[in-house]
Each structure stands twice: as structure tokens, then as C-alpha cells.
């Protein structure tokens, strides 16, 4: 036994580029990593950084318009660069193990839970078909899934996303390949299971030495995580480090941009607007119920979808509804927008019931209370101009004339920090953070009271939603506006809101300011919520491999 | 299971029953007299009284709606009516003619479901660029070629180039193979596009690469994981597809002067006969209603996310995904209030 | 779900809003969208986004490009030219009378005076299959025509409306689809009578299901879209949102599906006419010109194989164009 660890990957000096119609594009440039028997090594960038096309090219996955122009990747002393189609094969599963992003698609719709884990043993002819069986069921349970026998025999869209990743780690590990290469494995999970996935995965790689070559966006996962950080930007390794190097003190000035950019890092809000708490509020809901009936098909009935939800949002101030996937949020944002009309309840804005407004008097409320979608990639209308979008509600409530519209139009660009120039470009012409620029600017036009911000930054990189939101608070103190603010993002609420309503399951468990809840929950579930916040735990314990682990399996 | 059966079934009726009422709409609800259309023409001696005896015979002096209910009743009793122009007996007529058109029919079937499949299969399946971009046009050709005049090269070329094939005729095998040629061709190039769509969107499924990360070669990945899952979209079309070869075979049946469905159709309309027509599209609606049932029945056995019972309906897609939050608190806490039983 | 349901799937009216404003843009579970994709796709997206801004500021030089790149878009504009060519001046094309044949000169193979040959009765066919391109073309635009105004109609309704209108509406168009679309033309036929006016009604008629089931699904498409909600949320009425959301969005599939039609067209009228139910003999339709050259098969191939070709060209032209307007999918290069 040597006390050195064995270096399971060396991937030097690689170069991928793709082909496309206007000459070779180069996603990855002089990349160089090494993952080393039982070290988990994360690879952090925003979209278009590389980072997956790294991972893909360890195990050759690449798209088939990608080329590994340069380099060499070493897979215990394999060399994966030059293997032919068929050493390829012998080595995934065996040695390296993939845990891919989205477990919602990542399954085989058709096929069996067990016999799909069954098959990675079929294939390296590791196991006889009774014996795979029995394995595959094995490999569920240590992957923590409950009753593994039972789940062996559904198919995949009998399980939650949280349960189909447990499977594919189990894919990933059943014939205990000496790596795993995991592309942003919970990007697409709830906070909470997130946490649960990458607790197991921690424990799973601990027992066996497995190396991990995490892929991720998110620096508070990889603080959480790593042994040590790779931060890629534009193709290229920026800076690379163990956590406390990297996020303690930062070389590159990248790497300190991104650090300042992460919700999670970030502390709370600066500033506290005062809020005129005599003032009516600006937005009330009381007791709001939303029912919606269940297919015929399905046997009928109907889905509570919000039920007994009531707040307030303080005029000038900002109220977050906080809840992850299917807890009714959305939906209590559109009853108060009233896009849909509630099932029970009152909708109050500025004091008056409008829970059944209808006609011209909806219309006209629609002039107070705006909103801005969570994509702005299919919110603005692709054949309209920039200057049209944003000046859709002047013209909607007939402000003014063309030409002092055309004057709103630009000090409104010029307010959400756009030059006037954009107003001529279409959609497509702008990136993410612009055209969210751009919907954030049409809801103000009409100047409303209330905007309601459904998601406002979850399709954005970190530092382009780090701007977004600065943006956000910086008009909030100059217009006044009153925000209600949707997000499943504790952290990205801990930034911007001022009170905290967190919902489950159409239900409020939780209600308070901002500094109260994140600082004393008082349900379990939100306390649960804040502790699945990645990067908390950082300052608490610096992630050490070998956690406690029953078995000797 | 047996629940749903029933469903499929009375759905079934419906839609032949309602498929009944639109031909009966175009062929006697349409202005236009459907006696004069079938004994009269500007040339014909037939007089106004002996007319009107046609009339009062097939029941045509009748208001509309007495002679749909008493027509419907006759079909329902398996009588569709004798044909204007010979006086047999439609059922006769069509059940004579059946036999060969079902043979070049399933013939040209199993012929497009080989070429068509197979040629999806390989073009999405080869690593040459070359070869698949070939392959790939091949479909859009084929559904550009009207078939009359394919089936009339075939038979100059394969009847009197090389005389391996008779011209035309009904005798035996030989004479089936060029008619059941020239009706695969459109069906297979629809089969090759749908198939071969469905395949290379498949292909992009993460799922895939899933499978590959297996270690699993690229042939086991594209026939085990892939082709399935193709195929069930494929697999509705079916319906589409055998109306299509139906009515390709009056074409078909035209070129090679064979006796069939077509054959009679063509003949039926060109000598308005209006009885036989209306046979004639319903047989096809039958057989379009009864492969959607079968495929129907074998569908959920093949897709395992189609839930034929009532009691699994939980997993049905719609709202909310079952249990996403925790995996520890099992899947039954959906906030369901239930309003109808079972 | 039945297979009829397997097909529609997806634009079977309003589904239970679950969770999200509209399911794909804004329900949370998708904020995981943009991480769904593989780096390596979001990458080549990024790239391709680039590149349609570029597409954007030189339209015209990178269309020029496009074309160059595409040879069989080309092959099939210029033919299309000149089917229309023929199709208003014949006679600038072929000047001499289709119809007027010279008997010394019947069944004679292609050659420098008589490009397509000669008939059974000595008449060019060249200039028989350039004058017919007007008959067979009229035809098949009218088929077009009708099947696309009703079918639009319906779906426009049927989609925008909703409710029982729209069930109502679809459960006809299940029922029409369940016949087959020649044998519905030739039932109409039978009651409309031969010609070429009574041919291309049966056509469209025979189309108005697909087409109307096409239609309303773009129209709920585009309908449930977040733009058009956004719209609506910020006040518009719902007629502006409709005509100037909806429609311009809605309308370029349609405009693609007519250019498929077209094509489809071209062949469901020539095989009628094969059959002889077009206009009667000396006419020369396409079909009825193939089906003219059926008696000469084995001295006189240029009599079916050239009108042949012909129809063959015409549709995959239409079929190429069409392709080319949708942005070229399945191609993706």
C-alpha cells in the first residue's frame, strides 16, 4: 500500500472545438486537471464556460459537431483521446461512471428501473442476467432509494426527479467504476433534495475511493463539495485551488466577480428600504383557495392548488413567496395579477376587492400591477422590436402620442441601463440579462404600483442575476415600486425581500421579515429550506471525505 | 383494463356510425339529385315518370332524415343497398372484391414496413455523413412520385424491358408483386420520414447518452434504447397508413387492370353509382377504426407511461410532479380532493 | 390515451395550469431549462444565436450565401419559375398549338424538333405538357386554396375559442380523418360530376381536417405562449393581442403547410385526372397525358415517362420549398 493516492485522471492541455456554419468555435482551450483516488474535484463556470464539454470529453460523449482538436485526457493510464469506439465502451461504466444532468429525461422511458441498472453489468458481461437483477436491486438500495425491490420493476415516470438521479448514480456506481464524472447532477432538483443527493453522493464515493469530477454553476455547491475547485470561463481554467485558496482569496479577478455574483455567498441585502407601515398596503390577499378540476380522464376531481393563502405586500416594500416546485406559488401569483380567478378568497389591490373584476375595470387595473416572466427568452414576442415591447402597455392604455412615447421609451431603456440603440433590435439580438433588461422595463412603463416578479433571475448565470437584482433594488429606492417576489431561491431571497412568506404545498407554514425567518425559522420545513442553501455550510465544516458510513460494502 | 376495452370499443362505434353520416351527407345531402346523377346525364332517355318510379323504389321521394334512419337501419343490418348499375347486392360486391386487394395490400405492407424501417433505420444509424444524407432524400422522393406513373414504369421496365412480371391480371403471386411494389413505395417513404424524424430526435434524448456512458455499443444503444421508443410515435400512424394503401389501390388497381376495391370503386364512380361508393368508404372508415382500436389495445402494452386503468392515475402526468420534494414521505401526499369515485 | 389522443397529444385544449403561469417557460421545476441542455448543446445554441444576429444585420448576403449552399433550393426556385412561366404564357415557352397534330409525324422519340416527342396523333408533347401545367396548376391551387381558408378557418376558431366549439369541431375532423383522403375526393365527385373545378373542390374539401387540426394547434401554440400572456397581462385588448401577436406568429406555418399542399395537391389532381375524371380528353392535364401514353407503353416511353417527370419535379420543387421555409429542419447543419 502507498500512502501517495493513485491519479485516476489527467486531462492535459486540451483543446475541443466545434463546427459550425461560421468556422470552428473552440469551447475549450489549454485544459489541464488531474482527479486523484478519492478526491472530489469541481469544475465551476457559467454556461459557455466549458465545463461540461470538459466532462463530456472525459468519457467521449461529445456532440458530433465537437473535436478534441489537442491534448490528451489519461483515464488510469488509458488514453481516452485516441481510444477506439470499442476500448471506449470497455471503459464506461467500468472505470469511469456518469451522472448526467437532468434526470428527468436521462431514463429510458420504456424500460424497467432494475433492468436498466441490470444493464451496465449485462453489458461488461460482469453478471449473469438473474445475478444483475439481484446486483441492480442492491446497487437502488445503496444509491438510498426506499424499497428498492418495488422500484426495480416501475419505470422511470413512476418515481420523482429526486428518486430517477438516485437511479442513475446507481447506473453510475453499479459496477464500481474507480471515477465518476457528475454534469451539474441536481441542477434541475428541488433545493432540499439537492442537498440529500449530493449528502449520498458524498458518502457513496467516501466508502469506496471513488474520485469525483463534479461539473456545476454553482460555487456554493462546489465550496460545499470539493477538495479542490477548478473555475473555467470562456474555455480556459481561470483558476484552480482547494476551496480556501480559491474562495478565501481569490487570484484572478474572475474568480472574485463570480465569488461576488453567488446568492449564496452574497450576505443580505444592504440596505433596508423604510417601509411606511401605515400606509394600505399595496397588494392583500385573504384566504385564497384555487382548485383545479383533474382530467376526466383520470377519474375526475380536483387539484387544491393554493389553499388559504393570505399576505400582504407593504406599499414600497417587497413580500418573496418562497416554495419549491408545486406549491402553489406561481399560481397565487397569477390568482393576484388576476390571470385566473380564485376559487374562494379576496384579492385586495390598494384596498379594493377586485377577486371578480372583469371587462374594462380588470383592464384598467392592469395599469397598476405589472409583471415580468421568468424567461425572457420566450416572454418578449420574437418579431417585435425592442422599442415596440417596451412601449406595448403606453400604447395598450393610450399614453400620450407616438412621439412621447417614443420619448418614455428611451429614458425607460436608459433606466433599466440599456443604450437607446437596442430599441431597433430584436429579441433574439440580445443576451439573457438584456431582454430581462427589456422586461423589467416594459412592466415599468405604465408606471404600475405593484410588479410581480415570477423567477426573475432562475434562467440567468449567477453574475448577470447578481446584476439583475442590484438593478431591481436600485429602482425600487428611486420609483418607489412595490415588488411581490417569486422564487424556489432562499438565497436569492435573503437579497431582495424585505418580508418572507414560504408556501408547501399550496399552503403558507411560514411568515415574517426576512431577517426573523432566515435568522429563527420556526417550521421544520423552513429550517430545512435554509440548510439546503449550498454554500452555508462552508464556514462550518470544510468538506472532508470519509464521512460516517455503515457497512463495509 | 376491461373498463377501458369498452370505452375503446363504444368509441369505436361512434366514429364508424358518424363516419356513416358524413358519407350519407355528401352523397344524398348535397344539392344535386341523386337519381338524375345515377340514371340521368344530359344524354340519357330515361323520362321524367320513370324517374320518379326510381325514386319511390329506393325510397328517395322520402324527406332526408326518413331515408337516413331507414338507410341506417338496412346497414345496420349488414345491407348496404344494390348497386344502380348491375343490381347486386353492395355486401356482394365488395366482399368479391376484397380478397384481392387485402393480398396486395398486406403485401405492399410488410414490403414497407421492411424498405421504409429498415432504410431509417441504417441512414440514422451510419456514421457516414455521405450515406445518410443519401438515404435521408430518398423518403421525400418517393412521396413526390405519383404512384400511376410509377406502376406504369414498373411495368415497362419488369413487364416488357425484362418480362419477369405479368402487365396485368389477377393470375397468382407474380401478377401481385409489381401492384404491391407500386403501392409500398408512398407508404414506405412515409414510414422512412417518420421513422427516421423519430429516430434522430431520439438519438438527442439524454437517455441515450445515458446508455452509451453505460459502456454499451453504439448498435445495442440505437436497437435496444432507441428504436422503441422511435417507434411508438410511428406506431399511430398506422391507421393513416392502411387508408393510405386502400386508397392507393384505385389507383393501383387502374394501372394493372386488376379486379379489387379500387378497381370497383373507380368503376362505381365513373358510373355514379352512389350505393357501391358509399360501401366502398365505409369499409374504409371500418378498417381505419378497427386498426386504431388494435392499436389501441397494444399501445399501453407497449408504453409503459400510457395507464389504461383508473386506479394508477396518480402517475398520469398533469399536476404536479408526485413526489419531488422529499423521497422519504412516500408518494401519496398529493393534495388531491377527490370528486367523483371510482 | 388512444392513438387518435397519441397524435393531438398536446394541444388538446387547456390542460390543469399545475404549478407554473404556462408549463414550459415559467413553471420552477424548468428553471433547470437552460442546465437541462448539455453544455455542448448551449454552447452550439449560443453560437447559433450569434450567428442569427448576424443572419439579422446582412440579410441579403447571408441569404445569397444560403442559396449557394443549397443547390437543390435553387434547382426547385428555378423550376418553379418556370412552371409559372408556362403556367401564364405558355405560348412564350411552347408556341406551338397543343392540340394540332401532325399524323405523319405520331409516335415519334424525342428530338431536336419535338423535344418530348410526338403522340399517337403526331401532336408535341412539350407543348402539351407546358399548355397543361395551367389546367393541372389551376387545380391544384384551388385545392389548395379552399382546403387552406376552410381548414384555417376551422382551426382558427376551434383553437382560439376553445371549449365545446372546439371539441365539437375535432371530433368531426377525428371522423373525416378516418377516411381516406382520394376516397373522399371521389365520393364528392361522384356528386359534383368530373372536371377540373369539380376535381380540385373534392381535393381541398378532402383536406380541410388536416389542415384544420394544424392550424389550431399553431393557434394554441402561439395562444399559450408567455408572450402573449405577457401582453395581455400588460393591458393590451385581447383583439390587439390577437392580431398582432398571435397571427404574424402563427401564420408562417401555415404559409409552409401551403407550399406541402401545393405539392400534394399537384399529385392527388393529376391521379384524378389519370382516372378520368378530369376534363375530357384533348385537354391536356398532366394525369390525363400519363394515362394517354398507357396504350404505347412498350413502343413509346416518352409518352408517360416525361409528363411523369414532370409531376415528380413539380411536387419535390414544392416539397424543397417548403422544407427551405420551415428553416430547413432535420437538416440542421
Do not use: C
Not at chain 1, 280 to 307: C, H, I, M, Q, Y
Not at chain 2, 136 to 155: D, E, H, K, M, Q
Amino acid at each position: 500500500m502507498t500512502t501517495a493516492p493513485e491519479r485516476l485522471l489527467t486531462v492535459d492541455d486540451l483543446a475541443v472545438s466545434y463546427r459550425t456554419r461560421h468556422g470552428d468555435v473552440h469551447a475549450v482551450r489549454d485544459v489541464s486537471l488531474h482527479v486523484d483516488e478519492g478526491e472530489t474535484v469541481a469544475v465551476v463556470g457559467e454556461s459557455g464556460s466549458g465545463k461540461s464539454t470538459t466532462a463530456a470529453a472525459v468519457v467521449r460523449l461529445l456532440a458530433p459537431a465537437a473535436r478534441i482538436e489537442r491534448g490528451t485526457i489519461d483515464l488510469l493510464g488509458r488514453d481516452v483521446v485516441q481510444a477506439s469506439p470499442r476500448e471506449l465502451q470497455a471503459v464506461r461504466g467500468l472505470l469511469v461512471g456518469l451522472v448526467p444532468q437532468d434526470p428527468t429525461v436521462s431514463l429510458n422511458p420504456v424500460k424497467r428501473i432494475g433492468d436498466q441498472v441490470a444493464e451496465v453489468l449485462r453489458i461488461h458481461g460482469l453478471a449473469d442476467r438473474r445475478a444483475a437483477g439481484i446486483e441492480a436491486v442492491e446497487a437502488l438500495r445503496r444509491a438510498g432509494l426506499p424499497e428498492p425491490e418495488l422500484r426495480a420493476r416501475q419505470y422511470p415516470h413512476e418515481l420523482s426527479g429526486g428518486m430517477r438521479q438516485r437511479v442513475l448514480i446507481a447506473i453510475a456506481l453499479v459496477a464500481r467504476p474507480r471515477l465518476l464524472v457528475a454534469d451539474e447532477p441536481t441542477s434541475a432538483l428541488d433545493v432540499t433534495v439537492q442537498r440529500q443527493i449530493l449528502d449520498h453522493l458524498d458518502t457513496l464515493t467516501a466508502e469506496t475511493g471513488t474520485g469525483v469530477l463534479l461539473i456545476t454553476h454553482d460555487l456554493g455547491v462546489a465550496a460545499d463539495r470539493a477538495d479542490r475547485i477548478v473555475v473555467m470561463s470562456q474555455g480556459r481554467v481561470v483558476e484552480a485551488g482547494t476551496p480556501d485558496e480559491v474562495l478565501g482569496s481569490p487570484r484572478e479577478a474572475y474568480t472574485r466577480q463570480l465569488l461576488a455574483a453567488a446568492p449564496s455567498l452574497r450576505g443580505a441585502r444592504p440596505v433596508s428600504v423604510p417601509v411606511a407601515l401605515d400606509a394600505p398596503p399595496a397588494l392583500e390577499v385573504r384566504g385564497l383557495v384555487k382548485d383545479f378540476p383533474l382530467p376526466r380522464s383520470g377519474g375526475g376531481g380536483t387539484l387544491r392548488a393554493v389553499d388559504d393563502v393570505s399576505f400582504r405586500v407593504p406599499r414600497g416594500g417587497t413580500l418573496a413567496l418562497v416554495g419549491e416546485s408545486g406549491s402553489g406559488k406561481s399560481t397565487t401569483a397569477r390568482l393576484a395579477l388576476r390571470l385566473a380567478e380564485p376559487t374562494a378568497g379576496q384579492v385586495l389591490v390598494g384596498g379594493r376587492d377586485v377577486s371578480h373584476t372583469r371587462g374594462s375595470e380588470l383592464r384598467a387595473l392592469r395599469r397598476q400591477m405589472q409583471v415580468v416572466y421568468q424567461n425572457p427568452y420566450s416572454s418578449l414576442d420574437p418579431r417585435w422590436s425592442v422599442g415596440q415591447i417596451v412601449g406595448e402597455p403606453l400604447r395598450a392604455f393610450g399614453v400620450g402620442d407616438r412621439r412621447t412615447r417614443a420619448t418614455r421609451t428611451a429614458e425607460l431603456l436608459d433606466l433599466v441601463a440599456l443604450p437607446v440603440s437596442v430599441a431597433q433590435r430584436r429579441p433574439a439580438e440580445l443576451s439573457g440579462g438584456q431582454r430581462q433588461r427589456v422586461a423589467i422595463a416594459r412592466a415599468l412603463s405604465v408606471r404600475p404600483d405593484l410588479v410581480v416578479l415570477d423567477e426573475p433571475v432562475s434562467a440567468l448565470d449567477v453574475s448577470v442575476q447578481a446584476q439583475i437584482l442590484d438593478l431591481l433594488a436600485e429602482l425600487q429606492r428611486e420609483l418607489g415600486v412595490t415588488y411581490l417576489f417569486i422564487s424556489h431561491d432562499l438565497a436569492v431571497v435573503r437579497q431582495v425581500a424585505h418580508d418572507v412568506v414560504v408556501l408547501r404545498q399550496g399552503r403558507v407554514v411560514e411568515r415574517g421579515t426576512v431577517e426573523d425567518v432566515f435568522a429563527d425559522p420556526q417550521h421544520a420545513y423552513t429550517a430545512e429550506l435554509l440548510a439546503a442553501i449550498p454554500g452555508a455550510r462552508r464556514p462550518l465544516e470544510p468538506a472532508t471525505a470519509g464521512l460516517v458510513a455503515g457497512g463495509e460494502r | 383494463m376491461s373498463r377501458y376495452l369498452v370505452r375503446r370499443l363504444l368509441l369505436a362505434a361512434g366514429v364508424l356510425w358518424a363516419a356513416y353520416t358524413v358519407t350519407f351527407l355528401v352523397l344524398y345531402a348535397l344539392p344535386g339529385d341523386p337519381v338524375s346523377i345515377m340514371y340521368g346525364g344530359e344524354s340519357s332517355d330515361v323520362t321524367p315518370e320513370q324517374l320518379d318510379a326510381l325514386r319511390a323504389q329506393y325510397g328517395l321521394d322520402q324527406p332526408l332524415p326518413v331515408q337516413y334512419v331507414t338507410q341506417l337501419g338496412h346497414a345496420l343490418r349488414g345491407d348496404l343497398g344494390t348497386s344502380v348499375v348491375n343490381g347486386q347486392p353492395v355486401t356482394t360486391l365488395i366482399a368479391d372484391a376484397l380478397p384481392p386487394t387485402a393480398q396486395i395490400a398486406g403485401l405492399a405492407l410488410v414490403l414497407a414496413i421492411v424498405v421504409g424501417g429498415g432504410l431509417a433505420v441504417v441512414a440514422t444509424a451510419t456514421r457516414s455523413r455521405r450515406l445518410s444524407g443519401f438515404l435521408l432524400s430518398l423518403p421525400p422522393l418517393g412521396v413526390a412520385v405519383p404512384s400511376f406513373w410509377f406502376g406504369l414504369t414498373l411495368v415497362q421496365w419488369f413487364s416488357f424491358q425484362i418480362p419477369l412480371f405479368p402487365a396485368l391480371g389477377n393470375q397468382g403471386f407474380a401478377s401481385a408483386v409489381l401492384p404491391a411494389v407500386t403501392l409500398a413505395l408512398p407508404t414506405s417513404a412515409l414510414i422512412a420520414q417518420m421513422l427516421s424524424r423519430s429516430l434522430l430526435h431520439t438519438l438527442r434524448e439524454p437517455y441515450v447518452d445515458t446508455a452509451l456512458a453505460k459502456g454499451a455499443s453504439r448498435t445495442r444503444v440505437h436497437l435496444r434504447h432507441a428504436l422503441r421508443n422511435a417507434a411508438l410515435p410511428a406506431l399511430t400512424v398506422t391507421g393513416l397508413v392502411i387508408g393510405g394503401l386502400l386508397s392507393g389501390a384505385v389507383v393501383t388497381e387502374t394501372v394493372f387492370s386488376r379486379a379489387g376495391l379500387g378497381r370497383l370503386t373507380a368503376t362505381s364512380v365513373s358510373a355514379q353509382d352512389i350505393p357501391v361508393v358509399q360501401g366502398v368508404v365505409l369499409v374504409a372508415a371500418t378498417v381505419y377504426v378497427l386498426v386504431n382500436l388494435l392499436i389501441d389495445i397494444v399501445y399501453p402494452l407497449l408504453d409503459p407511461r400510457i395507464v389504461t386503468g383508473s386506479r394508477r392515475r396518480v402517475t398520469s402526468p398533469p399536476p404536479p410532479r408526485p413526489a419531488d420534494a422529499a423521497p422519504e414521505p412516500a408518494a401519496d401526499r398529493v393534495p388531491v380532493t377527490a370528486g367523483g369515485t371510482r | 390515451m388512444s392513438s387518435l389522443d397519441a397524435l393531438t397529444a398536446g394541444e388538446r385544449g387547456p390542460q390543469p395550469p399545475t404549478e407554473a403561469f404556462v408549463p414550459t417557460a415559467l413553471d420552477p421545476n424548468t428553471r433547470a431549462d437552460k442546465f437541462a441542455a448539455t453544455s455542448a448543446e448551449r454552447f452550439a445554441d449560443a453560437v447559433l444565436e450569434r450567428e442569427d444576429s448576424l443572419a439579422r444585420r446582412s440579410p441579403w448576403r447571408t441569404r445569397f450565401e444560403d442559396l449557394v449552399r443549397k443547390p437543390g433550393l435553387v434547382l426547385a426556385l428555378v423550376w418553379s419559375a418556370v412552371i409559372l412561366l408556362a403556367a401564364f404564357v405558355p405560348s412564350l415557352l411552347a408556341p406551338g398549338d397543343p392540340l394540332d397534330g401532325v399524323p405523319a409525324d405520331k409516335l415519334q422519340a424525342p428530338s431536336s424538333a419535338h423535344w418530348f416527342g410526338t403522340d399517337q396523333l403526331g401532336r408535341d408533347l412539350y407543348s402539351r405538357v407546358v399548355h397543361g401545367t395551367h389546367l393541372t396548376l389551376a387545380a391544384a391551387l384551388t385545392a389548395v386554396l379552399v382546403g387552406l381558408v376552410v381548414g384555417a378557418l376551422v382551426g382558427l376558431v376551434a383553437g382560439f375559442v376553445g371549449g365545446v366549439v372546439d371539441d365539437v369541431a375535432m371530433r368531426v375532423v377525428d371522423v373525416l380523418l378516418s377516411i381516406p383522403a382520394l376516397l373522399l375526393s371521389l365520393a364528392l365527385i361522384t356528386v359534383l360530376g368530373f372536371g377540373t373545378i369539380n376535381v380540385a373542390i373534392a381535393v381541398g374539401l378532402a383536406n380541410v381536417a388536416s389542415v384544420s387540426r394544424i392550424m389550431r394547434s399553431e393557434v394554441l401554440r402561439v395562444r399559450t405562449s408567455v408572450f402573449v400572456e405577457a401582453s395581455h397581462a400588460s393591458g393590451s385588448r385581447w383583439w390587439t393581442t390577437l392580431g398582432r401577436h398571435v397571427l404574424p406568429n402563427a401564420i408562417g406555418p401555415v404559409v409552409v403547410l401551403a407550399a406541402l399542399e401545393l405539392g400534394a395537391a399537384v399529385l392527388a389532381v393529376s391521379s384524378l385526372s389519370f382516372l378520368g375524371y378530369g376534363e375530357p380528353p384533348p385537354a391536356p392535364e398532366w394525369g390525363a397525358l400519363v394515362a394517354g401514353g398507357r396504350d404505347y407503353l412498350r413502343t413509346s416511353w416518352w409518352l408517360t415517362t416525361l409528363p411523369g417527370l414532370t409531376i415528380v419535379a413539380t411536387v419535390l420543387a414544392a416539397g424543397r420549398i417548403s422544407r427551405a421555409l420551415d428553416g430547413d429542419p432535420g437538416r440542421n447543419r
